[in-house]
């Protein structure tokens, strides 16, 4: 078995790069260590690793965008497993494995040997997802979010706080869409965001739909409609902790295999933390899956915390 440790230095803390070349030293288990220079480097080094033909276990050593390059470049593939060291500020998907998922996976022989399942992935306009695809005004934020980092003296923090404030106070909630889901056809209407989750988590702690499992082979989407400026600050807490349910009048929820929207004007879509910009969006359930491996006793079923009421 091979293993291969695909680190992004830009990932997390200055310090977090040498704390894991630290561990890495001491891991008993041969192994191979990659270090990525430029967005796409890990999808490649991925690439490169399947193509050799031998079992092999990836590790995505960074944030989500790490891991989702990874994902991309492995799946579909059943000599390749993947998993994420977090080194990211995020890793939101990991957060399925509970509120210790951070210890469990730095304890990397345990990793090393630990067992593997066959996870879902989302396919959105040909980008593999695992974890969360959304589109509306959460996503606008998050994708401002990477202008503001560039500011002097702006923490991530601060950067998050200023794509809130500008998108909420000044571009406004709702955009017109018009989105298709099973039985719900919403025709050119102001919408507030769409979320399709095959994980639990994103946007640095939102967990939506907190029964959503990643091997279930179901998509959960929520459809928010337009919500005034009060409405949206009354219920954005609910929201980001998967009470869904208790607002049947504002959101639409639809469990199934796949979703199409579209609008007048490009939509910013952000699959894993990664933008998309179109016009028009198929995200459904792929074809694929990819082999995702973790320490054992580690667990993603729903925790007490997760469950919506």
């Known amino acids: 078995m091979r293993h291969l440790f695909i680190i992004n230095p830009a990932a997390g803390k200055r310090e977090?790069?040498?704390q894991l070349e630290a561990l890495l030293d001491k891991l008993s288990v041969p192994h191979e260590v990659m270090y990525t220079e430029k967005e796409g480097d890990a999808r490649r080094f991925t690439e490169e690793a399947v193509r050799s033909g031998g079992p092999v276990r990836i590790y995505a050593c960074g944030g989500d965008g790490t891991l989702?390059?990874?994902?991309?470049?492995?799946?579909?593939c059943d000599h390749a497993a993947v998993t994420n060291v977090p080194k990211g500020t995020g890793n939101d998907f990991l957060k399925i494995f509970g509120p210790v998922y951070r210890s469990l996976f730095y304890d990397l022989e345990a990793l090393a040997v630990g067992p593997q399942t066959p996870f879902d992935l989302i396919d959105c306009n040909g980008r593999l997802g695992i974890d969360v695809v959304c589109a509306g005004v959460d996503a606008r934020i998050a994708a401002d979010v990477y202008?503001?980092?560039?500011?002097q003296?702006?923490?991530g923090m601060g950067a998050y706080v200023l794509a809130l404030l500008e998108n909420i106070f000044f571009k406004g909630i709702a955009r017109p869409m018009s989105v298709h889901m099973g039985d719900i056809h919403w025709e050119d209407r102001p919408a507030s965001l769409l979320c399709v989750c095959n994980g639990r988590y994103y946007g640095g702690g939102f967990m939506p739909v907190g029964e959503a499992m990643p091997d279930d082979g179901v998509l959960d989407m929520l459809l928010v409609r337009k919500v005034s400026l009060f409405t949206f600050l009354r219920l954005v807490g609910r929201y980001a902790k998967g009470l869904y349910?208790?607002?049947?009048?504002?959101?639409?929820?639809?469990?199934?295999?796949?979703?199409?929207f579209s609008a007048g004007e490009p939509i910013t879509v952000v699959v894993d933390g990664e933008v998309m910009q179109d016009t028009?969006?198929?995200?459904?359930?792929?074809?694929?899956?990819?082999?995702?491996?973790y320490p054992a006793g580690a667990g993603y079923q729903v925790f007490g915390a997760d469950k919506t009421s």
Do not use: C, M
Request: avoid cysteine; hydrophobic fraction near 40%.
């Open 245 to 260: 349910k208790q607002f049947p009048e504002l959101i639409l929820d639809y469990h199934g295999q796949g979703v199409s």
């Open 147 to 151: 202008r503001y980092k560039d500011w």
């Open 16 to 18: 977090s790069t040498p």
């Open 68 to 76: 989702n390059e990874v994902v991309n470049g492995a799946a579909g």
């Open 280 to 293: 028009a969006f198929t995200v459904r359930l792929s074809e694929k899956k990819v082999n995702f491996f």
């Open 153 to 155: 003296f702006v923490s």
